[in-house]
């Protein structure tokens, strides 16, 4: 059997690891309902500093969306200023292809035109050639007859 001495310092002891665990759980207790407390301080501080984050994103949201709005209106604008452009330059080409055309056709008239004046002064000289010769070759009687004629030249 065991000592009664024995039996006495293990009751004892077992009273001293009781009393440890009962301190330690009254610790771990202690402490559990502080870091409550402190999370709710914590919390409640955070709580106005989360409602202006909460209030800034909304900004932010209400902003994002406002400048998304401008600038599908801007794309729209720039689309329709191109489409209008490229009309306007599609108008231009037509016009410059039409004046090309008439200018062409001018240049050919103006050309026949050149071709007949030429003709025509060309005709006018020879003529005239021939008039001077045969008032040359013809002096005589007919000189003067001629010279009246001639003189309006």
């Known amino acids: 059997m065991i ?11 077992l009273a001293i690891i009781a009393i440890a ?8 207790l202690t402490a559990a309902f502080g870091v409550r407390k402190f999370l709710s ?4 501080s ?30 729209q604008r720039i689309v329709h200023a191109a489409d209008a452009a490229e009309q306007r330059l599609s108008d231009l080409g037509e016009a410059l292809e039409i004046a090309e055309r008439e ?13 007949t004046v030429r003709r025509g002064v060309s005709v006018w000289q020879l003529g005239r050639a021939l008039r001077k010769r ?16 001639g003189g309006a030249d």
Do not use: C, M, N, Y
């Open 3 to 13: 000592p009664t001495w024995a039996a006495a310092v293990g009751a004892v002891s």
């Open 21 to 28: 665990a009962l301190v330690s759980a009254f610790g771990v």
């Open 41 to 44: 301080t914590i919390r409640q």
């Open 46 to 75: 955070a709580e106005p500093v989360v409602q202006e984050v909460r209030g800034l994103i909304g900004t932010i949201r209400t902003e994002a969306d406002g400048l998304t709005e401008t600038s599908r209106d801007l794309r």
């Open 103 to 115: 200018i062409g056709e001018t240049a050919k008239d103006v050309a026949a035109t050149a071709r």
């Open 134 to 149: 045969r008032e040359r070759s013809g002096r005589g009687g007919t000189e003067a007859a001629e010279g009246t004629e």
